[in-house]
Nanobody, 116 residues
């Protein structure tokens, strides 16, 4: 069974920064895309950012210019640097990994809380 381990969530004041990390176990291979989603209470899970094998990145409009996604392919790890955090960024953040043949793995989620 594949496994994703997330870390880095926590409580921060508005304007602060947090860095999330997600490491895929060695049993997960042929990784095409690594990314992050988030889900706030009462809301659907939404896309935040993704990075594909070649390094191309994609961001939700709500986080452009504030969040940066990066990847250490050798360690099967994806990072999400979150700066200028806002209370509306408060959510559970989930790591997602897409592999070939097509399958998506999800992390267990890490709570990010931004106080005003």
């Amino acid at each position: 069974q594949g496994q994703l381990v997330e870390s880095g969530g926590g409580l921060v004041q508005a304007g602060g920064s947090l860095r999330l990390a997600c490491t895929a176990s060695e049993s997960i291979f042929s990784i095409n895309v690594m990314g992050w989603y988030r889900q706030a209470p009462g809301n659907q899970r939404e896309f935040v950012a993704a990075i594909i094998r070649g390094g191309v990145t994609n961001y939700a409009d709500s986080v452009k210019g504030r969040f940066t996604i990066s990847r250490d392919s050798a360690k099967n790890t994806v990072f999400l640097q979150m700066n200028s955090l806002k209370p509306e960024d408060t959510a559970v953040y989930y790591c997602a990994v897409d592999v070939y043949p097509p399958r998506r793995y999800w992390g267990q989620g890490t709570q990010v809380t931004v106080s005003s």
